[in-house]
């Protein structure tokens, strides 16, 4: 399985950015697709994740402001993220995993600066 992250690049603070993510080979059709971030010298904390079933989770601290979302039939999630902030600058990596694989992505990279 493989995953081809984009949408990363330069947002000033308060600005949004939408980040997609679409996988493709031979993918169990029940499945979770997750978006991960790991900021310099931190570690890579989970963002928010997608079942197949249409179940959503995210980190607390980023609730309201970052909203996930996939489309089953193309093996693809989205994340929007508003009201950007300077902490919010990391690697972001999305992940797909089931029963039988588990797959991460190269990360793309959002910086948020004036």
């Known amino acids: 399985v493989q995953l081809q992250a984009s949408g990363g690049g330069l947002v000033q603070p308060g600005g949004s950015l939408r980040l997609s993510c679409a996988a493709s080979?031979?993918?169990?059709?029940?499945?979770?697709m997750a978006w991960y971030r790991q900021a310099s010298g931190k570690e890579r904390e989970m963002v928010a994740s997608a079942h197949s079933s249409g179940s959503t989770n995210y980190a607390d601290s980023l609730k309201g402001r970052f909203t996930i979302s996939r489309e089953n039939a193309k093996n693809t999630i989205h994340l929007q993220m508003n009201s950007l902030q300077s902490e919010d600058t990391a690697v972001y990596y999305c992940r797909i995993f089931s029963w039988d694989f588990d797959s991460w992505g190269q990360g793309t990279l959002v910086t948020v600066s004036s």
């Open positions: 080979g031979r993918i169990y059709s029940r499945n979770t």
